[in-house]
């Protein structure tokens, strides 16, 4: 299969389908926009849901204690904005309010990488990964394509503690339309099988469909593993 033949989504449609199929099953989920809604496809919850969705603004920092009180409170807030923003900005009440206390707050970290196109260089979230990963009782996913992105969505609403998630803007090819839902244990969330050597890229290395090297004689597989934490 030719890589022009794949079918290509952006990660933040997996996001935001993620959202509104929790907003149909359940009243606790709370969704949460810095004043990007559009970018992040939380104006879908804003839409079809109103009562479950909240603009905080351009406020990074406020939107992520509120999001801590609202977990004390009992609902699930999934904060929503550029990875770049969240991390950045917001790194000190992530960790002091949110971890510390092992809240339920779900962190959508969209345009992650170099993925933000004509948004330019103080949008690409480069650094995310690494600071999200040493944030303690943390989980961090980080989805290869916008099926996978969904899944993960959906199933962190049952995850204990909090979670962030790491996703890009642009369409990138979907590659796993049959794979079964997502593990948070850390064991890969989709796999293609051979009895040697392994590949396991995470996130949106995952972009091109696998053919094993038969050339070399070597048999390989490919696993994407869901969450880089654990």
């Not at 033949?5 to 933040?12: E, G, L, M, S, Y």
């Not at 809604?37 to 406020?59: C, E, M």
């Not at 090819?173 to 890229?201: E, H, I, N």
């Amino acid at each position: 299969m030719k890589l022009n033949d794949v079918k290509r989504i952006p990660q933040r449609d997996g996001y935001g389908e993620g959202l509104l199929e929790l907003c149909r099953t359940r009243t606790d989920v709370i969704v949460l926009d810095a004043d990007v809604a559009a970018s992040t496809r939380t104006n879908w919850v804003k839409d079809q849901f109103p009562s479950h969705f909240y603009n905080l603004g351009i406020s990074e920092q406020d939107m992520v204690g509120t999001a801590a009180g609202l977990a004390l409170g009992g609902l699930i807030p999934y904060v929503s904005t550029y990875g770049v923003f969240l991390s950045g900005r917001a790194f000190d009440q992530m960790r002091t309010t949110v971890c510390y206390n092992h809240l339920k707050v779900r962190f959508g970290g969209a345009h992650a990488g170099i993925s933000v196109g004509p948004d330019g260089a103080t949008h690409q979230a480069l650094e995310d990964l690494a600071l999200s990963r040493v944030l303690p009782n943390m989980t961090v996913i980080a989805p290869c394509d916008s099926v996978e992105t969904k899944k993960a969505v959906i199933a962190a609403a049952d995850l204990d503690g909090p979670v962030y998630f790491r996703f890009g803007r642009e369409a990138v090819p979907v590659v796993t339309d049959d794979a079964p839902p997502p593990s948070p244990s850390g064991k890969p969330g989709w796999c293609r099988k051979a009895p040697t050597a392994q590949s396991l890229p995470a996130a949106q290395w995952c972009m091109r469909p696998w053919s094993p090297p038969k050339s070399s004689g070597t048999r390989a597989s490919l696993c994407v593993f869901w969450t880089c934490t654990p």
